[in-house]
Nanobody
């Protein structure tokens, strides 16, 4: 079965941290660019951070720059999103996607890429 699986979401207080993971089952994650998106009820899915498949180029939405860090472990075929200094407005369901690598990371994060796989998401709730 070909799928992406996200994990690591939780309920945290403002200022807290989480690390989200995105792992692939049934296909090689390493040949894809990877994007993290988030969605809250009533809003469109928003690109948070994206990473290229080979040279480590990254993109961050302005709202998360300096607080979130995307990385990938090729040996484990996993992509991580480190979330620091979380704010209530970071609350949402976080999805990862495997995108065609011919697109630039800023295109992928702005819904201008080709998305071959999506995960089911992991919930992040930031509340005191």
């Amino acid at each position: 079965q070909l799928q992406l699986v996200e994990s690591g979401g939780d309920l945290v207080q403002p200022g807290g941290s989480l690390r989200l993971s995105c792992a692939a089952s049934g296909f090689p994650l390493n040949v894809y660019a990877i994007g993290w998106f988030r969605q809250t009820p009533g809003k469109e899915r928003e690109g948070v951070s994206c990473i290229s498949h080979s040279d480590g180029t990254t993109y961050y939405a302005d709202s998360v720059k300096g607080r979130f860090t995307i990385s990938r472990d090729y040996a484990k075929s996993t992509v991580y999103l480190q979330l620091n200094n979380l704010k209530p407005e970071d609350t949402g369901r976080y999805f990862c996607t495997a995108a065609a690598p011919r697109f630039r990371v800023e295109e992928i994060c702005n819904m201008m890429g080709q998305y071959d796989y999506w995960g089911q998401g992991t919930q992040v709730t930031v509340s005191s």
